[in-house]
């Protein structure tokens, strides 16, 4: 392991870290909380449930974000669900199983003592939650309802219908409200947080701007934490939110935080496709949708008949083909490459011809004749059979197939659906040790915002609760170990030359972007990196290809400076400056995890090499060379260094995922 | 399809704003409302325009962020719809389309299409929580829930505070929006404890903000895009009846809502 990084993972067994270190770590005094101000940027799960919790232990907390009302963070469109060990079901879950599972399907790249600890605190996510008013699925008896999800064998994911992430977020945001109804959380809306300010090696506040005013503000806190979601957007296309950005991590890495494998990034496999080039976002359709449906595409290259019109026997069911034991099922990675592979080899549908068809004809039927038996109706027909089963389909995914409707103008009840993978969610992030702690002293990082839990893919209702986690039951424990060493710290007034220097460089960066006056939106180089990233460092990555994408990207950095123009000034509300500072920041990022994604020479969860495959084409991991968490220090000047935390498995041992 | 826009522009806050007229050539049945939007500002800032400023995030129909008041209706003409989930298909070539911003005293326009809604943080801050700290919950199957009321309560959460129940109402109520809140939480046992407090002080901040009475002409529900029902405006009524009757206002006490 590199010297410049120390995990901190506490002595012990695995079962026993975590309770050892809540009951040895050092604690604050009531009244000292009171004089420790914190600040946290985001207010999504993580951030919410963390600026909530501190506020409710007595410290003085300021939370930030950029849109209009803390409960737009995009944690709220989470479909599917939330995982917890409660084991209700009797069906033989456990905090084991769970943790097994996650490291499991994170395909070996995640620390372990992290990920036991994130199935401990599981269960209290639920409680927590239920308490606050969450109105979770229940079952007739009043208990609360479970479904399986992402191929796992238990049933261990609350839900709230297909808006789990709304229900989960507007719980930690009213938490958040009271705190700020107290007085006890001073919340920024509509502000950007565009710097963090080091003081004698420790992060001690961050610059931020009023995006209404442009005002740029400086803010003191005795630790910071980020709270920012995922870099997902670096792909212009892809599920997140139009603001989502890397920019709070990113300013935090060129301020000394290292970045965890950039290069890990989920690519979900049932989107709805691209429509044009007018398209600014892909909408997920829930991973539920393949209990039912069947994926396939035609046998004939370039088949152009309706999908009514192309028989059985000339339709090909690649996934039910290739891998019989999970078929439809399988893990979101493989079922993308497969996607990708066939329409590759031209055997797409659709206008684009990229995309596969989901089809529910065979759902509807089957649940139609079990409809028609439990009614007791002898000899209902084909028509009757087809209208019991929409009732049931509709019953189960009513919602989605509403969604699709609206947005492609098809009924998916009479044609099949068309899907195509889209960019999701990012494992990597900010390195952090074991409390949360980036490599500035200080400065924490909860969430999608920190490399994470989940390794190399992250298993379906996973995210929601590793964001809770964190924000609700590990960082109020964490922050105290460092917090205890700070009460003598009085606050720095904001007068002190790291925060004049820290915003004169924000100033610096926002002229020197208004100044370029070129002739090119910033939408334009958003598209061309996206371009750029999703054909490069995409579902399928190679050598030739890596090293093509980090010179173009480079050039297209050089552009961007060039040619780049801002309408209006930075003095009022501007999102076209916006989203410049994000594209300038997407801009390098995209060549770090080019970087990072042509280090990592094998294949592992969502990150595929083509050079390291099996014959049959799957994905082959090399553990004997890449059992590590590539932390990347950046150098200046858009140079970077890596560090090795090799990953050490003393509970699960590893072994080559299969799902044939 | 061809298109003309009138859109509202307003600099800022003072701005007294006007509406601006402009054509669109090669509008894609396929765009989202908001992607006729991008394809405008790019053509205006190509030009050296201004772009319209709006409010938007998720683009699929959940966050609550977009706000436009196309044609005279909040979201436009769909119903159930959000304008990120409104695509440029339900309108026809040589249509001319009319676009506002929320018009509400307690949502101050900023610039162009965007408005302050931070009067509904407020109102949530005033009592739409159920007061329990991290860490002290017990087992969550130790509260069961009726189904049907739990089913209930989910409806009434699934509000996504975007306003347009405010915007569509004559009056600028946010009936609609607090009672949302106040009946999720009235319908759970884990809210009845605070019941009293809560209508009490979230119906008080209601006022303060300056949103203005119900008349139950019923705009808000046929307008909301996620189909609140009126019925929780009801609930929110019963609660304050129920509440004015058996306790006065305590507004010095914990929680900053007594």
Known sequence: MSSKINSRIPEGSLEQKWTTYRSTTALVNPANKRSLEIIVVGSGLAGASAAASLAELGYKVKCFCFQDSPRRAHSIAAQGGINAAKNYQNDGDSVYRLFYDTIKGGDYRAREANVHRLAEVSASIIDQCVAQGVPFAREYGGLLANRSFGGTQVQRTFYASGQTGQQLLLGAYSALERQVGLGSVKMYNRHEMLEIVNIEGKCRGIIARNLVTGEITRHFGHAVLLCTGGYGNVFFLSTNAMGSNVTAAWKAHKKGAFFGNPCFTQIHPTCIPVSGDHQSKLTLMSESLRNDGRIWVPKKQGDTRKASEIPEDERDYYLERRYPAFGNLVPRDVASRAAKERCDAGYGVGASKMAVYLDYTAAIERYGKTKATQLNENNPGEARIRELGKQVVAEKYGNLFEMYEKITGENPYEVPMRIYPAVHYTMGGLWVDYELMTTVPGLYALGEANFSDHGANRLGASALMQGLADGYFVIPYTIGTYLSNEIRTKPVPTDHEAFVEAEKDVRENIARMMNVKGSKTVDHFHKRLGKIMWEKCGMARNEKGLNEAIVEIRALREEFWRDVRIPGSADELNPELEKAGRVADFLELGELMCMDALNRAESCGGHFREESQAEDGEAMRDDANFMYVAAWEYKGNTQFEMHKETLVYEKVKPSQRSYK | ?258
């Open chain 2, 1 to 258: 399809m061809k298109l003309t826009l009138k859109v509202w522009r307003q600099k800022n806050a003072k701005d007294s704003g006007k509406f601006a007229t402009y054509q669109l050539n090669e509008v894609s049945p396929d765009m989202s409302f908001l992607e006729m939007f991008d394809v405008l500002n790019e053509e205006l800032v190509g030009k050296g325009e201004d772009p319209v400023a709006f409010d938007h995030d998720c683009r699929e129909g959940i966050c609550g962020m977009c706000s436009m008041y196309i044609n005279g209706r909040a979201h436009g003409p769909m119903s159930g719809t959000t304008t990120c989930q409104l695509h440029m298909r339900k309108f026809k070539d040589g249509d001319t389309i009319t676009v506002e911003p929320w018009r509400a005293g307690a949502f101050p326009v900023l610039k162009d299409l965007v408005v302050d809604r931070s009067a509904f943080d407020r109102i949530i801050a005033a009592g739409g929580y159920v007061s329990v700290n991290t860490g002290s919950a017990k087992d969550a199957n130790n509260i069961p829930v009726p189904k049907h009321d739990a089913d209930a309560a989910f409806a009434a959460a699934a509000c996504i505070g975007c306003g347009a129940c405010v915007a569509a109402c004559k009056n600028a109520s946010a009936m609609l929006f607090a009672s949302a809140k106040i009946s999720q939480l009235a319908l759970l046992p884990q809210g009845k404890v605070e019941r009293t407090d809560r209508v009490l002080n979230m119906v008080k901040q209601m006022d303060a903000e300056g949103f203005g009475s119900c008349t139950n002409t019923g705009s808000c529900e046929a307008e909301c895009p996620k189909n609140i029902s009126l019925e929780n405006i009801a609930t929110m009524n019963r609660e304050y009846l129920l509440a004015t009757v058996s306790k006065q206002p305590d507004f010095g006490g914990t929680g900053g809502a007594g």
